[in-house]
T-cell receptor
Framework: DTGVSQDPRHKITKRGQNVTFRCDPI?????LYWYRQTLGQGPEFLTY????????KSRLLSDRFSAERPKGSFSTLEIQRTEQGDSAMYLC?????????????FGSGTQLSVL | KQEVTQIPAALSVPEGENLVLNCSFT??????LQWFRQDPGKGLTSLLL?????REQTSGRLNASLDKSSGRSTLYIAASQPGDSATYLC???????????FGKGTKLSVKP
Protein backbone atom coordinates (compact mmCIF):
# COMPACT_ATOMS: atom_id res chain seq x y z
CA ASP A 1 0.00 0.00 0.00
CA THR A 2 1.77 3.09 -1.26
CA GLY A 3 -1.03 5.53 -0.46
CA VAL A 4 -2.62 8.06 -2.78
CA SER A 5 -0.13 9.70 -5.16
CA GLN A 6 -0.57 13.04 -6.86
CA ASP A 7 1.54 14.60 -9.56
CA PRO A 8 2.87 17.22 -9.85
CA ARG A 9 3.30 18.53 -6.29
CA HIS A 10 3.49 22.11 -7.50
CA LYS A 11 2.41 23.79 -10.71
CA ILE A 12 2.94 27.41 -11.70
CA THR A 13 1.19 28.57 -14.83
CA LYS A 14 0.19 31.75 -16.59
CA ARG A 15 -3.42 32.82 -16.81
CA GLY A 16 -5.11 31.32 -19.84
CA GLN A 17 -2.97 28.19 -19.99
CA ASN A 18 -4.32 24.67 -19.57
CA VAL A 19 -3.09 22.41 -16.77
CA THR A 20 -3.59 18.72 -15.99
CA PHE A 21 -3.10 16.93 -12.69
CA ARG A 22 -2.86 13.21 -12.07
CA CYS A 23 -4.00 11.11 -9.13
CA ASP A 24 -3.18 7.44 -8.47
CA PRO A 25 -5.47 6.06 -5.75
CA ILE A 26 -4.79 3.19 -3.38
CA UNK A 27 -4.93 0.17 -5.66
CA UNK A 28 -7.86 -1.69 -4.10
CA UNK A 29 -10.04 1.43 -3.74
CA UNK A 30 -12.81 1.86 -6.28
CA UNK A 31 -13.90 5.36 -5.23
CA LEU A 32 -11.92 8.48 -6.09
CA TYR A 33 -12.62 12.07 -5.11
CA TRP A 34 -11.26 15.47 -6.08
CA TYR A 35 -11.33 18.36 -3.60
CA ARG A 36 -10.04 21.92 -3.77
CA GLN A 37 -8.63 23.82 -0.79
CA THR A 38 -7.75 27.50 -0.52
CA LEU A 39 -5.73 29.08 2.25
CA GLY A 40 -7.47 29.03 5.63
CA GLN A 41 -10.42 27.00 4.36
CA GLY A 42 -11.41 23.38 4.56
CA PRO A 43 -11.37 21.28 1.39
CA GLU A 44 -14.39 21.68 -0.92
CA PHE A 45 -15.78 18.77 -2.90
CA LEU A 46 -15.37 18.92 -6.69
CA THR A 47 -16.25 15.51 -8.11
CA TYR A 48 -16.42 11.80 -7.37
CA UNK A 49 -15.87 8.59 -9.35
CA UNK A 50 -16.94 5.06 -8.65
CA UNK A 51 -14.72 2.92 -10.83
CA UNK A 52 -14.68 4.76 -14.19
CA UNK A 53 -18.08 6.42 -13.76
CA UNK A 54 -18.22 10.06 -12.69
CA UNK A 55 -21.21 10.00 -10.34
CA UNK A 56 -21.27 13.45 -8.78
CA LYS A 57 -20.07 16.92 -9.72
CA SER A 58 -20.13 20.04 -7.59
CA ARG A 59 -21.37 23.36 -8.87
CA LEU A 60 -17.79 24.50 -8.24
CA LEU A 61 -16.76 22.41 -11.23
CA SER A 62 -17.28 24.91 -14.03
CA ASP A 63 -17.17 23.89 -17.69
CA ARG A 64 -13.47 24.77 -17.73
CA PHE A 65 -12.84 21.79 -15.45
CA SER A 66 -12.95 18.20 -16.63
CA ALA A 67 -12.08 15.02 -14.78
CA GLU A 68 -11.62 11.52 -16.11
CA ARG A 69 -10.86 8.13 -14.70
CA PRO A 70 -10.25 5.80 -17.62
CA LYS A 71 -10.40 2.10 -16.73
CA GLY A 72 -11.23 2.97 -13.14
CA SER A 73 -7.61 3.36 -12.10
CA PHE A 74 -5.78 6.71 -12.10
CA SER A 75 -7.66 9.97 -12.60
CA THR A 76 -6.82 13.27 -14.27
CA LEU A 77 -8.20 16.72 -13.57
CA GLU A 78 -7.80 19.27 -16.33
CA ILE A 79 -8.38 23.00 -16.01
CA GLN A 80 -8.68 24.89 -19.27
CA ARG A 81 -8.02 28.63 -19.66
CA THR A 82 -6.84 28.97 -16.08
CA GLU A 83 -7.81 32.03 -14.05
CA GLN A 84 -6.14 33.51 -10.98
CA GLY A 85 -9.10 32.31 -8.91
CA ASP A 86 -8.15 28.74 -9.75
CA SER A 87 -5.06 29.05 -7.54
CA ALA A 88 -5.52 26.47 -4.79
CA MET A 89 -4.40 23.10 -3.50
CA TYR A 90 -6.09 20.31 -5.46
CA LEU A 91 -6.50 17.20 -3.34
CA CYS A 92 -7.32 13.69 -4.45
CA UNK A 93 -8.72 11.03 -2.12
CA UNK A 94 -9.80 7.43 -2.43
CA UNK A 95 -11.91 5.03 -0.43
CA UNK A 96 -13.05 1.43 -0.51
CA UNK A 97 -16.31 -0.25 -1.33
CA UNK A 98 -18.81 1.38 0.99
CA UNK A 99 -19.11 5.09 0.31
CA UNK A 100 -20.82 5.99 3.53
CA UNK A 101 -18.71 3.91 5.86
CA UNK A 102 -15.14 4.17 4.67
CA UNK A 103 -12.34 6.50 5.63
CA UNK A 104 -11.08 8.77 2.89
CA UNK A 105 -7.34 8.61 2.28
CA PHE A 106 -5.90 11.79 0.83
CA GLY A 107 -2.86 12.43 -1.32
CA SER A 108 -0.39 15.23 -0.65
CA GLY A 109 -2.10 17.49 -3.16
CA THR A 110 -1.07 19.59 -6.15
CA GLN A 111 -0.51 23.26 -5.34
CA LEU A 112 -1.55 25.37 -8.33
CA SER A 113 -0.44 28.97 -8.71
CA VAL A 114 -1.90 30.96 -11.61
CA LEU A 115 0.05 34.14 -12.36
CA LYS B 1 -27.43 22.81 3.53
CA GLN B 2 -24.93 21.12 5.82
CA GLU B 3 -22.49 23.49 7.49
CA VAL B 4 -19.58 22.51 9.72
CA THR B 5 -18.05 24.91 12.23
CA GLN B 6 -14.89 24.43 14.25
CA ILE B 7 -14.03 26.34 17.38
CA PRO B 8 -11.51 27.69 18.20
CA ALA B 9 -9.88 28.69 14.91
CA ALA B 10 -6.48 28.58 16.60
CA LEU B 11 -5.16 27.25 19.88
CA SER B 12 -1.76 27.47 21.55
CA VAL B 13 -0.93 25.29 24.55
CA PRO B 14 2.19 24.28 26.48
CA GLU B 15 3.50 20.78 26.03
CA GLY B 16 1.83 18.19 28.24
CA GLU B 17 -1.58 19.80 28.42
CA ASN B 18 -4.77 17.94 27.62
CA LEU B 19 -6.95 19.79 25.13
CA VAL B 20 -10.32 19.65 23.40
CA LEU B 21 -11.19 20.72 19.87
CA ASN B 22 -14.81 21.33 18.99
CA CYS B 23 -16.83 20.67 15.86
CA SER B 24 -20.51 21.39 15.23
CA PHE B 25 -22.74 20.58 12.27
CA THR B 26 -26.18 21.81 11.29
CA UNK B 27 -27.80 18.68 9.80
CA UNK B 28 -27.83 15.70 12.16
CA UNK B 29 -28.65 13.21 9.37
CA UNK B 30 -25.07 12.12 8.88
CA UNK B 31 -23.52 8.74 8.09
CA UNK B 32 -20.21 9.40 9.79
CA LEU B 33 -17.84 12.05 11.06
CA GLN B 34 -14.10 12.08 10.49
CA TRP B 35 -11.27 13.99 12.09
CA PHE B 36 -8.20 14.76 9.97
CA ARG B 37 -4.82 16.27 10.60
CA GLN B 38 -3.13 18.54 8.05
CA ASP B 39 0.48 19.69 8.22
CA PRO B 40 1.41 22.93 6.38
CA GLY B 41 1.41 22.49 2.60
CA LYS B 42 0.50 18.84 2.88
CA GLY B 43 -2.50 16.60 2.36
CA LEU B 44 -4.85 15.30 5.03
CA THR B 45 -4.23 12.35 7.33
CA SER B 46 -7.29 10.55 8.67
CA LEU B 47 -7.18 10.30 12.46
CA LEU B 48 -10.52 8.90 13.55
CA LEU B 49 -13.83 7.97 11.93
CA UNK B 50 -17.02 7.71 13.99
CA UNK B 51 -20.05 6.03 12.44
CA UNK B 52 -23.42 7.63 13.11
CA UNK B 53 -24.35 4.74 15.42
CA UNK B 54 -21.23 5.18 17.55
CA ARG B 55 -20.58 7.59 20.39
CA GLU B 56 -16.79 7.65 20.41
CA GLN B 57 -13.58 6.31 18.94
CA THR B 58 -10.11 6.16 20.45
CA SER B 59 -6.66 5.91 18.93
CA GLY B 60 -3.66 6.29 21.21
CA ARG B 61 -3.79 9.73 22.84
CA LEU B 62 -6.77 10.77 20.71
CA ASN B 63 -10.42 10.35 21.61
CA ALA B 64 -13.28 11.60 19.47
CA SER B 65 -16.89 11.75 20.58
CA LEU B 66 -20.08 12.25 18.61
CA ASP B 67 -23.46 13.56 19.75
CA LYS B 68 -25.64 13.46 16.64
CA SER B 69 -28.73 14.88 18.31
CA SER B 70 -26.95 18.06 19.32
CA GLY B 71 -24.81 18.19 16.17
CA ARG B 72 -21.50 18.17 18.02
CA SER B 73 -18.22 16.31 18.09
CA THR B 74 -15.10 16.81 20.17
CA LEU B 75 -11.53 15.67 19.64
CA TYR B 76 -9.64 15.18 22.89
CA ILE B 77 -5.85 15.09 22.77
CA ALA B 78 -4.12 13.87 25.91
CA ALA B 79 -0.65 14.91 27.00
CA SER B 80 -0.03 17.11 23.97
CA GLN B 81 3.39 17.12 22.28
CA PRO B 82 5.09 19.61 19.92
CA GLY B 83 4.65 17.01 17.16
CA ASP B 84 0.87 17.41 17.52
CA SER B 85 1.16 20.92 16.07
CA ALA B 86 -0.96 20.97 12.91
CA THR B 87 -4.39 21.97 11.65
CA TYR B 88 -7.16 19.61 12.72
CA LEU B 89 -10.17 19.33 10.41
CA CYS B 90 -13.57 17.86 11.14
CA UNK B 91 -15.73 16.55 8.29
CA UNK B 92 -19.19 15.01 8.12
CA UNK B 93 -20.54 12.61 5.51
CA UNK B 94 -24.19 12.79 4.57
CA UNK B 95 -27.05 15.02 5.53
CA UNK B 96 -28.33 17.36 2.84
CA UNK B 97 -25.17 16.93 0.77
CA UNK B 98 -23.86 13.57 -0.32
CA UNK B 99 -20.18 14.06 0.21
CA UNK B 100 -17.67 14.92 2.89
CA UNK B 101 -18.27 18.46 4.15
CA PHE B 102 -15.37 20.06 6.00
CA GLY B 103 -15.00 22.71 8.65
CA LYS B 104 -12.27 25.33 8.33
CA GLY B 105 -10.11 23.63 10.92
CA THR B 106 -8.42 24.46 14.21
CA LYS B 107 -4.75 25.37 14.01
CA LEU B 108 -3.01 23.85 17.02
CA SER B 109 0.38 24.92 18.28
CA VAL B 110 2.00 22.98 21.12
CA LYS B 111 4.91 24.88 22.67
CA PRO B 112 7.88 22.95 24.14
Amino acid sequence: DTGVSQDPRHKITKRGQNVTFRCDPISEHNRLYWYRQTLGQGPEFLTYFQNEAQLEKSRLLSDRFSAERPKGSFSTLEIQRTEQGDSAMYLCASSGRQKTLEKLFFGSGTQLSVL
Amino acid sequence: KQEVTQIPAALSVPEGENLVLNCSFTDSAIYNLQWFRQDPGKGLTSLLLIQSSQREQTSGRLNASLDKSSGRSTLYIAASQPGDSATYLCAVYGGSQGNLIFGKGTKLSVKP
